[in-house]
């Protein structure tokens, strides 16, 4: 289980979805990696300030405002972005203690008439976003950030009549506005400070990561993944007595590095060190920046080799390839129960091998070879296998639902 614990500077912004998802649909794309201020898709560079600089984010950087001056310019959005459906994601890391900080905003001079602005509350931990027509025709939206969080994603988005603000994945507000609310407007969208700070708000203190603009709402597996700088990509697992697993984390801010138990850890101090635990055991590790303290758990299993029913293999009996990341793949669930894999054959109605897995660790995402994903209905599957130095076979069906 993974936790964020928010230290006196707070956290850091954080970065993977593109990757997981592709850019397509996307008007403007900002990863700001090595400090780079070119939008990804149109190849716009955003304005900056003179003393802007970077700091750790996900990948690579996060744009850090230290100053009282600092700012971006996006001049690239469309004056008419928020008459149809749109959606903006970013991640925030506020080093900010108390008082109301702007973050974002799309207005020109102090008038809130036809405005876009996103207010962060250091002192109760609040966003706050403003969409104004004029004074009668505004919607605001209001979320509380997890307090035990160091990463906070913000989607704003609009759907139709609906206007909805998800903090971290979750649902923190909506409001429905029949026939929306029209912002016009030739501001450039200015992150960091507004054109009235600090008179109206203070200037954003903090980091910012991974600002992406759409045109359309976004789908849900687009947003709320948990996902941190620092992080444990070895997940629980299962081995024989006498077996040791080799750890692999993603390291990018951590300065410091702690795992706990320290017994059977081949280093305790290292991102990656060798586990040999003699029994079944759970392992804690704490990766420490300047920013943010994270802690993540990886639990071991140990069994005895000679206690296997080494005809009972696990494999499920549909599974659905539609790339939303969940039950995308067939495959076994406890491979160590094979010593040697003979073969692994997957057929179609007719007879004929639509796809063979060659290692125990392997998967079929429903495709015939590497491109044609195949007809949904059900398939065969015919394994041999060794198991305690005996050959054994497991014939089954597996549905392919779409």
Same mark, same amino acid.
């Given at each position: 289980?993974?936790?964020?614990?928010?230290?006196?500077?707070?956290?850091?912004?954080?970065?993977?979805?593109?990757?997981?998802?592709?850019?397509?649909?996307?008007?403007?794309?900002?990863?700001?990696?090595?400090?780079?201020?070119?939008?990804?898709?149109?190849?716009?560079?955003?304005?900056?300030?003179?003393?802007?600089?970077?700091?750790?984010?996900?990948?690579?950087?996060? *744009?850090?405002?230290?100053?009282?001056?600092?700012?971006?310019?996006?001049?690239?959005?469309?004056? #008419?972005?928020?008459?149809?459906?749109?959606?903006?994601?970013?991640?925030?890391?506020?080093?900010?203690?108390?008082?109301?900080?702007?973050?974002?905003?799309?207005?020109?001079?102090?008038?809130?008439?036809?405005?876009?602005?996103?207010?962060?509350?250091?002192?109760?931990?609040?966003? #706050?976003?403003?969409?104004?027509?004029?004074?009668?025709?505004?919607?605001?939206?209001?979320?509380?950030?997890?307090?035990?969080?160091?990463?906070?994603?913000?989607?704003?988005?609009?759907?139709?009549?609906?206007?909805? &603000?998800?903090?971290?994945?979750?649902?923190?507000? #909506?409001?429905?506005?029949?026939?929306? *609310? +029209?912002? !016009?407007?030739?501001?450039?969208?200015?992150?960091?400070?507004?054109?009235?700070?600090?008179?109206?708000?203070?200037?954003?203190?903090?980091?910012?990561?991974?600002?992406?603009?759409?045109?359309?709402? &976004?789908?849900?597996?687009?947003?709320?993944?948990?996902?941190?700088?620092?992080?444990?990509?070895?997940?629980?697992?299962?081995?024989?007595?006498?077996?040791?697993?080799?750890? #692999?984390?993603?390291?990018?801010?951590?300065?410091?590095?702690?795992?706990?138990?320290?017994?059977? *850890?081949?280093?305790?101090?290292?991102?990656?060190?060798?586990?040999?635990?003699?029994?079944?055991?759970?392992?804690?590790?704490?990766?420490?920046?300047?920013?943010?303290?994270?802690?993540?758990?990886?639990? !071991?299993?140990?069994?005895?080799?000679?206690?296997?029913?080494?005809?009972?293999?696990?494999?499920?009996?549909?599974?659905?390839?539609?790339?939303?990341?969940?039950?995308?793949?067939?495959?076994?669930?406890?491979?160590?129960?094979?010593?040697?894999?003979?073969?692994?054959?997957?057929?179609?109605?007719?007879?004929?091998?639509?796809?063979?897995? +060659?290692?125990?660790?392997?998967?079929?995402?429903?495709?015939?070879?590497?491109?044609?994903?195949?007809?949904?209905? *059900?398939?065969?599957?015919?394994?041999?296998?060794?198991?305690?130095?005996?050959?054994?076979?497991?014939?089954?069906?597996?549905?392919? &639902?779409?």
């Amino acid at each position: 289980m993974r936790q964020g614990i928010l230290t006196t500077v707070s956290t850091i912004l954080i970065f993977f979805l593109t990757g997981l998802f592709g850019i397509a649909a996307q008007s403007l794309h900002y990863d700001f990696d090595q400090c780079s201020m070119v939008d990804d898709i149109q190849g716009d560079t955003a304005q900056v300030s003179a003393s802007i600089s970077c700091n750790c984010g996900l990948r690579s950087d996060a *744009v850090l405002f230290d100053e009282a001056t600092d700012s971006i310019a996006v001049t690239r959005l469309s004056d #008419r972005f928020f008459e149809q459906d749109f959606a903006i994601r970013f991640y925030i890391s506020s080093r900010s203690l108390n008082g109301i900080s702007e973050v974002m905003t799309k207005k020109n001079g102090c008038l809130r008439d036809s405005s876009f602005s996103v207010f962060y509350n250091a002192t109760t931990q609040q966003i #706050r976003v403003e969409l104004v027509e004029s004074l009668s025709n505004a919607i605001t939206l209001f979320g509380d950030l997890d307090q035990n969080n160091c990463w906070h994603e913000l989607v704003i988005q609009r759907s139709g009549d609906e206007y909805s &603000l998800y903090l971290d994945g979750v649902l923190s507000d #909506r409001e429905l506005k029949s026939g929306g *609310v +029209q912002i !016009i407007n030739d501001a450039p969208v200015i992150l960091g400070r507004g054109p009235c700070t600090p008179a109206l708000a203070d200037p954003y203190t903090g980091l910012l990561d991974a600002l992406s603009f759409f045109d359309r709402p &976004l789908h849900p597996r687009e947003y709320g993944l948990t996902l941190h700088p620092d992080q444990l990509l070895t997940r629980d697992t299962v081995i024989f007595i006498g077996d040791q697993v080799g750890i #692999r984390s993603s390291i990018n801010c951590a300065t410091r590095i702690q795992w706990t138990p320290t017994s059977d *850890v081949s280093d305790p101090n290292i991102a990656n060190p060798i586990i040999s635990p003699p029994v079944t055991s759970t392992y804690r590790v704490t990766y420490s920046s300047d920013q943010c303290i994270l802690t993540d758990t990886l639990r !071991i299993i140990v069994i005895d080799r000679n206690s296997l029913n080494c005809d009972q293999l696990d494999l499920p009996t549909a599974f659905t390839p539609n790339g939303d990341g969940i039950n995308d793949v067939f495959g076994l669930s406890n491979p160590f129960i094979i010593e040697s894999l003979d073969a692994f054959d997957i057929y179609d109605r007719t007879g004929a091998i639509v796809y063979s897995i +060659q290692d125990v660790q392997d998967t079929w995402d429903g495709r015939f070879g590497t491109s044609n994903k195949l007809m949904p209905g *059900v398939y065969v599957y015919k394994i041999r296998y060794q198991c305690q130095g005996t050959q054994r076979y497991k014939i089954g069906t597996v549905t392919i &639902l779409r």
